[in-house]
């Protein structure tokens, strides 16, 4: 199983990036898919998740109204469209893979995504 994040960069604050996550090697469609993110200094956090279908999606009460969370089934990618970006956005974002289809009442638990991407970096300049 592979999960490749990509879309990271360098962005003034009040900017956008899309972030990407393409997986090969599993079902995605089986899959309820995560982001989640690492400051530097900082524990990982919980950021947005989607379930197999993209008709449910959970987010972090810090990036609500501003990150939006999709997938495409058909391009085994999930997607992680940020808006209003913060200097305090600023980590590497990993994408996962959950345990299966659906999000239970622990979404935001890294214990329930068994596969992870490799990361890519967000640095928000204030």
């Known amino acids: 199983v592979q999960l490749q994040a990509s879309g990271g960069g360098l962005v003034q604050a009040g900017g956008s990036l899309r972030l990407s996550c393409a997986a090969s090697g599993l079902t995605f469609s089986s899959y309820a898919m995560g982001w989640f993110r690492q400051a530097p200094g900082k524990e990982r956090e919980f950021v947005a998740a989607?379930?197999?279908?993209?008709?449910?999606?959970r987010y972090a009460d810090s990036v609500k109204g501003r990150f939006t969370i999709s997938r495409d089934n058909a391009k085994n990618t999930v997607y992680l469209q940020m808006t209003s970006l913060k200097p305090e956005d600023t980590a590497v974002y990993y994408c996962?893979?959950?345990?299966?289809?659906?999000?239970?009442?622990?979404?935001?638990?890294?214990?329930?995504?068994?596969?992870w991407g490799q990361g890519t970096q967000v640095t928000v300049s204030s």
């Open positions: 989607v379930v197999w279908s993209g008709t449910m999606t």
């Open positions: 996962a893979s959950h345990r299966g289809p659906y999000l239970d009442n622990a979404y935001y638990s890294e214990e329930l995504y068994g596969y």
